[in-house]
């Protein structure tokens, strides 16, 4: 399915820049991914796609000036490496009563706002379904996806065009070093303003989850000040081979020069950065405000006890947790296993990993948050 045709006459592309990274994109995209013709195809028929999706919102806004009015509140983001439960988690908070968490659909095609009483039955659903069923059933094993589950934020700022998702399905490293050094507050009032978009006729509490949020953390905390964090952990000798895994899975798809060892070496840099980052941010906050602001979980606590890492969250946060909300994290829970779509097989050797290397890399982070070795390593 391509993007939503704009009708004519949209030409406001609205007061937030996005031209430098649009430029360096598209350089980095022709100078280095390495496309054939259709991938080629493909990456202009993404970015096309975002060009619409922005060119739509901005005249959203421009016709129903109220959606500037909207107040995001004490949004909570859950955080933290990737691959460390946060998908899975992300979905259950999504469960409780009066909790928004952003669905696919609503992401893919925000536009016009959706409305309350037609969310479950938005026509548009079952056109973003039909999209994803062209998906590889290879991919679903390493990461779910489905039209109206809960899904990574970065979705809300994609049509800033900073958008650190491109990092996993295209070589492109002017633009990925462009990323580390840029200016994120473009991308976070946009994405501000997307939440705005979904809110406005369907409010609730937000939980948002986007790993590499950790790069620019401290710009989050500039536009959303009161944001909680929900910080996830895991031992980084699974973390990074899966989280490899699932990337060069994407990568592979459109490089046909790929190789496993050196993407290994990059993708794990990227990791490394962001953590590190994100800990900087951490360390500056006022100690009481860390404590009060943050909620720690690790991945083992969490299989452990599901609806309690849940009530624990909700508890730290002084938030209802109520009988229904336990019953719909419960239902969610009993229907989600975590094989649902088969098993994600990979080895650390094919990245150039070794379980003993990866801990001594992060040996200080595990240290400092208790962070056990795991067995499947």
């Known amino acids: 399915m ?21 430029d360096v994109l598209v350089e980095s995209l022709n100078r280095e991914a390495n496309l054939d013709a259709p991938r080629e195809q493909a990456a202009g028929t993404t970015i096309l796609g975002l060009l619409i999706k922005r060119l739509r919102m901005v005249d959203d ?15 909570m983001f859950i955080v933290g490496l990737p691959r460390t439960g946060s998908t899975h988690l992300h979905a259950l908070l999504g469960q409780a009563e009066g909790i928004r968490t952003p669905l696919y659909w609503e992401m893919a095609m925000p536009s016009p706002p959706p409305e309350q009483a037609t969310f479950t039955t938005d026509p548009r659903i079952a056109q973003v379904e039909a999209m994803l069923d062209q998906l590889p059933a290879e991919l679903l094993k390493r990461h779910p996806i489905a039209a109206t589950r809960p899904e990574q934020c970065n979705m809300l700022n994609d049509w800033s065009f900073i958008h650190q998702a491109l990092l996993a399905s295209y070589e492109i490293p002017t633009y990925r070093d462009w990323l580390f050094n840029a200016d994120y507050r473009p991308a976070f009032e946009t994405h501000r303003r997307t939440l705005q978009h979904l809110q406005w006729r369907n409010p609730g509490q937000w939980i948002l989850k986007y790993p590499k949020h950790l790069l620019a953390l401290d710009v989050l905390l500039a536009i959303y000040p009161d944001a909680r ?3 996830t952990h895991r031992d980084p000798a699974v973390v990074l081979p899966s989280v490899a895994s699932f990337t060069s899975f994407m990568r592979a798809s459109t490089n046909a020069t790929f190789d496993g060892v050196r993407f290994g070496r990059e993708w794990a840099l990227f ?9 900087a941010v951490r360390d500056s906050l006022a100690p009481d405000d860390a404590r009060a602001r943050i909620f720690d979980l690790h991945y083992g606590d969490l299989m452990r006890d599901q609806v309690g890492s849940v009530a624990a969250i909700f508890d730290h946060f002084g938030m209802a947790f ?7 994290v419960e239902r969610w829970t009993a229907g989600h296993p975590r094989t649902r779509h088969g098993v994600h097989e990979y080895t650390p050797e094919q990245f150039g990993f070794t379980t003993d290397g990866l801990r001594a890399r992060f040996g200080g982070y595990m240290r400092r948050f208790g962070v056990e ?3 499947k390593a």
């Not at 990791?271 to 800990?279: F, I, Q, V």
Request: glycine share 8%; charged share 25%.
């Open 2 to 22: 391509g993007p939503a045709p704009c009708p004519a006459g949209y030409d406001d592309f609205g007061d937030i820049p996005f031209l430098e990274p649009l």
């Open 61 to 75: 806004r421009t016709r129903h000036p109220e959606i500037a009015d909207e107040v995001i509140t004490a949004p």
């Open 373 to 375: 070795p795991e067995a």
């Open 271 to 279: 990791e490394e950065l962001a953590l590190h980052r994100g800990l």
């Open 322 to 328: 109520s009988p229904s909300s336990r019953q719909g």
């Open 229 to 231: 964090l929900v910080w």
